[in-house]
């Protein structure tokens, strides 16, 4: 049987974000760097001050235009935000995305159950998926992202606003607590998710929806004919390709990256009692068995809002704000490559 070649130096662009992890970011970052630069590959750094030129840079990356040219990998290093924006790098592609989780909530790289605040032992994941990957064996994961589509009033799409995401995408009260906790300077960290959750569910009423979803084939024979829909004064809409999002909140506690599938969560009207109780199950997944949650597996899904609540705050998915509705949500299976060493190639 002929010897495989010797795995070769890989050409990587790399986008830190300086803030992760309450300012702690730029040495991970720095750290990284050094780390592939030692372990022999060719390494571009495309940080930029702004998430949109970042993004730019890296989408040219991909393309192989500008002066990095053309990568075999895009790693970012930071949180949940860094990893949306690689996402909507390379998604659809086949050029993989390197994580190197180094933020606040990481809940993608804990789906993948990822190295997180380890910069050593992700960039040494990372470097065996590379030479695995050099050397035919493996070294990608191939998961599912969702594509969430901006709509006019009349459900036409909006150009040019179409987004990737692979977590979660919210647009209840979840979604008004995301908000709000990115308008807070203080307190820092988890805590102010805690006071953006009592300071929403203090002025809490209700939101009005009209949702209407392509079930999964396993749903019944009829599932394709019929569509779900739902028509409801509602306080939880989140549409999960990951089981989790918010740094640990346990949304869709069966939902898995990589089964073609999204999981529909919502949650009826409930009073500003009944939300506060709710709530804090979502940590560990135990809302879902509360009567007004109801979880349903489609393949896609249309957000509306209607009259019959409060106007739906704007959706946000992976923490970063998409739109207001109307918004479409579909999966694309096997739309994300992720590097990961521990991944081997089938066999024929």
């Not at 130096?9 to 050094?34: H, K, M, S, Y």
């Not at 990589?258 to 999981?263: K, M, Q, T, W």
């Amino acid at each position: 049987m002929p010897e495989r070649p010797a795995p070769r130096p890989a050409r990587l662009a790399v986008v830190v974000n300086p803030t992760a992890d309450r300012g702690r970011g730029r040495g991970d970052g720095l750290r990284t760097l050094a780390l592939l630069r030692e372990a022999g590959h060719d390494v571009v750094d495309l940080s930029a001050p702004n998430a949109p030129l970042a993004l730019e840079n890296a989408r040219d990356a991909v393309a192989g235009r500008g002066p990095a040219g053309r990568v075999d990998a895009l790693v970012v290093v930071g949180g949940d935000g860094m990893v949306h924006l690689g996402v909507n790098a390379v998604a659809g592609t086949h050029v993989p995305l390197g994580v190197v989780a180094a933020g606040t909530g990481n809940d993608f790289a804990s789906a993948l159950d990822l190295p997180v605040h380890d910069v050593p032992a992700a960039v040494g994941l990372l470097t065996t998926a590379l030479a695995a990957r050099s050397a035919g064996t493996g070294g990608v994961r191939v998961v599912d992202a969702a594509r969430a589509e901006p709509l006019d009033t009349d459900l036409a799409p909006r150009p040019g606003r179409a987004r990737w995401f692979c977590g979660v995408l919210s647009a209840g009260l979840d979604a008004a607590v995301n908000a709000h906790a990115n308008a807070l300077t203080w307190p820092r960290g988890g805590a102010k998710y805690v006071r953006a959750v009592a300071s929403e569910l203090a002025r809490f009423h209700p939101y009005g929806y009209r949702i209407t979803a392509d079930l999964a084939p396993g749903d019944g024979p009829d599932a394709a004919a019929h569509p779900f829909v739902w028509s409801s004064p509602g306080t939880v809409v989140a549409v999960a390709n990951g089981h989790r999002f918010g740094g640990g909140v346990q949304i869709a506690p069966d939902a898995a990256i990589d089964d073609g599938l999204l999981d529909l969560v919502t949650a009826g009207p409930l009073t500003r009692l009944g939300a506060a109780r709710v709530f804090p199950g979502m940590y560990r997944g135990k809302h879902v068995h509360h009567p007004a949650v109801d979880v349903r597996q489609v393949t896609s899904v249309l957000l509306e809002a209607t009259d019959a609540g409060r106007p739906p705050p704007p959706a946000f998915a992976d923490g970063e704000r998409i739109s207001r509705l109307p918004v479409r949500v579909r999966v694309v299976p096997g739309a994300l490559h992720v590097l990961d060493g521990r991944t081997t190639a089938p066999r024929d």
